[in-house]
DNA sequence: GTCTATAGTTAGATAGAC
DNA sequence: GTCTATCTAACTATAGAC
């Protein structure tokens, strides 16, 4: 138990793998986003990666396993995104609107995450404590983001740093649900920006690269 | 084809069939809630009402089709309690809020409905237009109810009647995962009513019968 | 590391008797 | 209106060969 790892790397047959564990998670990630996790299949993901499914199990532990690795991976992109937990307020709160933008183009991304998330609320779920987990981070930072602007006088008089945390996040789930449901029929990037602009006096982006 | 239902009525079997439809519905929300409708079983909801899987089949076309009646009578209960369409924009905001502090005693139904509309965000699910109309009506009927206010002078300076209604509903959605995956970490009567009083000056409730 | 074969489970829906 | 019996299909996961 203790050296497998490191046996693996002597043997080096650990790149090989790595390729093989990326492609298993592209396809993965597309799958559980088009069909989401429960309806999802391992089946799926291995025809679509030219495998079979216990070629695939040895990659991973099981189906929920994959779905935990899958999350885990888009999260370390989203962050890249989004330096929430830095100390330059007016950076956090525009990434958000840079995200929403970015998200805008990933439908299928978006939509995993929105059932994923709804589904994880039951505490028998395989994400549960995943999802547990990354909110209560997310709002301990961006609440902390809120307490920032505070300080250097950028937030309006009457807003509560834990309360524009916890609405934040919540009109960007509460978003996406609508823009999913009738892509047309909204601007997510704009819409966060006006919702923002309610709790700061800060100037923002619109989440379009070439407007900044 | 064209007289069956009234020949039903006429033999006076449509009573009973009636109750059995009740019961089908009770225990269908029930399934519904606690597991979602992909992992939610026929085979589960006629266990608990005590009938075998095609006694259930014979009043209900399909699982979908048994999905969208139960959907249906619980969105009639919910706008028995919020008039939305009324004259009066004051007693729909604070039946916003009263909603919100009764769908804190009923979790099993705000899960249903939260799983649900994240998975019919895709166009192939069988509640797909059903939510969209849902989502396309309380909108509309949000949205002129802020504009009652705006006319009667209770909204706050350069607040959007469609962008309220827009972010309301996405807050309402939103604080709903986040009081699902967490439930002793947040009031979703306050967090609203909270959120409410940033765009009108209207006196609000708090969700709790006794304090109005 | 990848395969074939298969166990074991669960599901939605239909046929046809009563 | 309700049943028994059954069909068909899909899924996760494991055993064991190569």
Known sequence: MVDTTSEKSRRGSYAKSKNTRASILDAALAVFAEAGYHKGSIREVAKRVGMSEPGLLHHFPSKSGLLEAVLTLRDDK????VPLDGD???A???GLIDLAA???S???VVELFCILSAEATSTEHPAHEYFANRYRWTRE???RTFELLESSGDLRPGVRPDRAALSTIAVMDGLQVQWLLDRSSLDMAAELRAFLSTLTT???GTGRPETR
């Open 78 to 81: 989203s962050y890249a995104l």
């Open 88 to 90: 330059d307020g007016a």
């Open 92 to 94: 956090s709160i525009n």
């Open 102 to 104: 970015h998200n805008a």
């Open 106 to 108: 990933i439908p299928g």
């Open 141 to 143: 930072n961006l609440r």
């Open 202 to 204: 800060l100037p923002l």
